[in-house]
């Protein structure tokens, strides 16, 4: 799977950020009146460390205030501030290879309503880190994907730019995939062209050229516009573009990008198998190994 990772009993020891504190994980709490825990009212991202260092953070955190500008929601602590407490965070958990995730909600209500009018405190903000590694065989065993009957929303109704706390489409989604026996769901846009999978971005690969879809119907994924970058520099032709079903199952090679795994090949799209793993795919892959070490904000 896109997330598979090694359990490590360390975890039950890390301390976790919330709201300035760093408590034991089996004590961490947020109130039941808290916007996230009730509405999904918030933002998030997730970090991975790798030899002390975070890949690709300004542009984690720039999405984090993107999405705090558009719901207007004030997340309590600048840029700077933002970084410090990752650092923070991970410093005093002595974790030199992690991954990080972090959650900014709008705050306390005085009783459960939507409007903003009723909240009572600052924001909540939770750092939660984890001890996680990949499975040996994550980068080279192929995922299984299966087309779900959720699709990408538009802009006007939820907009799926947002990396908001609201995330039920994607867990329908995933829902349905693993009772497919898939390993993650592919989504469709409004207007029934490949848009994105439950939680990684997609990507085929037909006759040399890298495809993935228009962005209009995805999250801006740090991974995803990294490929596209590493591909524009590296001489690989690569296209956001519409395209449909059928020529995913014709395609040479297809993989999923995200922060946790880098970029994992797919192997098989609604039980049609898609060529062997391929050079695009490998090329890429280490590309992208080197683009995040050489990117990576040291927190020690």
């Known amino acids: 799977m896109t997330h598979s990772y090694v359990p490590d009993p360390r975890n039950d020891a890390v301390l976790v950020y919330v709201n300035g504190e760093l408590v034991p994980r089996a004590e961490a709490r947020v109130s039941v009146l808290d916007s996230g825990f009730m509405l999904g009212d ?9 030899e002390g260092g975070i890949a690709f953070l300004n542009a984690h955190l720039d999405r984090l205030l993107e999405g705090c500008a558009a719901l207007h929601l004030d997340p309590g602590l600048d840029r700077a501030g933002l970084r410090e407490a990752i650092r923070r965070t991970v410093v ?8 990080v995730r972090l959650m900014l909600t709008r705050g306390i209500r005085s009783t459960p309503y939507q409007s903003p009018r009723v909240i009572v405190s600052g924001p909540t903000l939770v750092i939660l880190p984890e001890i996680k590694t990949l499975p040996p065989d994550a980068g080279s065993h192929p995922l299984s994907l299966f087309t779900v009957h959720v699709r990408r929303g538009r802009a006007d109704v939820q907009d799926p730019g947002l990396n908001s706390h609201s995330k039920l489409n994607c867990i329908l989604a995933c829902i349905q995939a693993h009772e497919a026996g898939a390993d993650e769901g592919l989504m469709l846009d409004p207007h029934g ?5 439950n939680s990684t971005h997609f990507f085929i690969v037909r006759g040399g050229e890298v495809w993935t ?36 199952y014709s395609a040479d090679e297809a993989f999923v990008t995200g922060t946790f795994g880098g970029l994992t090949p797919v192997g098989t799209v609604d039980g049609r198998t898609i060529g062997p793993r391929g050079p695009v795919t490998d090329r890429l892959q280490q590309l992208y190994t080197e683009l995040a070490r050489r990117e990576s904000t040291p927190l020690w």
């Open 42 to 50: 918030g933002v998030w991202e997730s970090f991975r460390v790798k």
């Open 193 to 197: 062209f490949v848009a994105t999978c």
């Open 92 to 99: 005093e958990n002595g974790l030199r290879d992690a991954h």
């Open 213 to 248: 879809s228009s962005g209009d119907y995805c999250l801006p994924g740090i991974t995803r516009g990294n490929v596209l970058r590493l591909c524009r520099e590296n001489g690989i032709p690569c296209f956001e573009k519409n395209f449909a079903l059928r020529q995913v």
